[in-house]
Each structure stands twice: as structure tokens, then as C-alpha cells.
């Protein structure tokens, strides 16, 4: 607990924290709005079956798409701050068992982003509906079918990309390296399915965050029938970085 409290009270005094918070709420409310206030278009310019899938809870939580990144961003500066600025060295020998800091790390940056999270989820939720509404086309409710538990599957889900952040930047020790990489796993694979080879489609269509997005939908998608599945393979790649990250920490050098 003692380590864990020391790991709290370091990143709340980073301002860095701060930022990241504030850019993770206001470029996600905005995301919402902007999305929610051209949707109205696509529904009424659209056909029937156009009309019939739509899933106002899944236009109001676009915003995944930008806060996955940004609690990308915080979980890897949880960890290569310290290495950037040689803090690490300092915070290895008043805490020299290695996987209990590191555990205190993940930890810490997951609540936040788990708590930072689902207060995005409901709060873009519950301001993309105002705005739907007040376009006139079909809005929902808290108590309709799906809503909540893809406001609470999106919390989990940013919660999950915060954690492979950290993992990601133990194992790279840099944050430019580790922001690259989780950018080509969140984004830049998915975007890409299309171009790989038959062979590999099957494959691809189990790629943690590509089926996991599929949780922020109430309507059933057929590529993905099972969203919560799907997320449950997302923690599941997740603690395989994060087991390697332990590994890597315990036997290097700082």
C-alpha cells in the first residue's frame, strides 16, 4: 500500500497528469459533439435499413476513438517520465523490488483511466442524446436496450488501452517509441485489415482493438456478434504485454 500511495501522490503532481485529463475531457466532449451534430444528417439522408440500424448510443461514443489515445498517453508517461529525467534510479532504490513498483504503476494508471473513463463514457452519452434530440432524430435513454453496458464496456475498454500503455512503455523505456507502437495497434492495424492477404483476415478479425470497439455499439454487428468476448481478448493481449513488461523490468539495468 505504502508503494501504491507513493505512485498516486507522484502523478497527481505531475502536471502533466493535469493535461492529459483535460484534453482527455475536453477533446472528448467535443469529438461528441461535432460527431452527434452531423449525424443527424446521415439519418435522414439515409434509406430505410439506414434508418433502421441506427444506433444513436454508438454515435454519441465516437469519442473512444480520440480518448484512447490520450489514456494511451497517460499510462505510458507513468512510466517513461521517470526514465526520461532519471527519476528511475532514485524511485529503484527506495522501492527496490521491481514488480512491486511496477505493479503499483499499473495499477494507479488504470484506476484513473478507468474512473477518467467512465465519466467520458456517461458524460458523452448523456450530451451526444441532447444533441441528437435537439436535431429531431431518434435519441436514447440510460434504460434502453445495450446503452449501459456499452457505456460501461467503453470504460473498461479505455482501461485496458492504459494498462498495455504502461506495458508498452516499460518494455520500450521511451515515449516516443511507445506511442508509436500503441498507435499501430489501436489504429494503424484495424485501418490497414483490408490490405493484408486472405490468409491473414481470420486472424485480423480477432485484433484486440479492433473487435473490442465493437462493445461501444448497441447494434448488433455481424462481423462482430460478440463484443464482449471480443474485449475480454483485448485484457487477455493486454496482460501478455504486461507479463513481458514485468519480465523485461526485473532482469535489466535501468
Known sequence: MTTLHAEWIKLRSLRSTWYTL??????????????????????????????????PTGNSLKTY?????VVGVLGILVVTSEFATGLIQTTLAATPRRNRLLAAKAVTATA?????????MFAS???????LAGHGVPSARLGDHGVLPAIVGGGLY???????????????RATAGALATLVGIVFLIPALAGLFPSWLQGILDFWPSRGAAAIFATVPDP?????????GG?????????????????????
Not at 65 to 69: C, E, Y
Not at 158 to 169: K, M, R, Y
Open 158 to 172: 479505455l482501461a485496458a488501452i492504459a494498462l498495455l500503455a504502461v506495458g508498452l512503455g516499460t518494455i520500450l
Open 223 to 231: 462481423d462482430f456478434p460478440h463484443p464482449w468476448l471480443n474485449l
Open 112 to 120: 484513473i483511466a478507468a474512473v477518467a473513463g467512465q465519466v467520458l
Open 22 to 55: 483535460a484534453c482527455l475531457f475536453g477533446f472528448g466532449l467535443g469529438i461528441t459533439a461535432l460527431s452527434t451534430s452531423g449525424a443527424h444528417a446521415q439519418y435522414w439522408e439515409g434509406t430505410a435499413a439506414d434508418r433502421a440500424s441506427w444506433d
Open 125 to 131: 452519452f448523456l450530451l451526444g442524446q441532447a444533441v
Open 234 to 254: 483485448l485484457w487477455l493481449g493486454v496482460a501478455v504485454v504486461l507479463t513481458a513488461a514485468f519480465v523485461v523490468f526485473r532482469r535489466r539495468d535501468v
Open 65 to 69: 476513438i480520440v480518448a484512447q489515445l
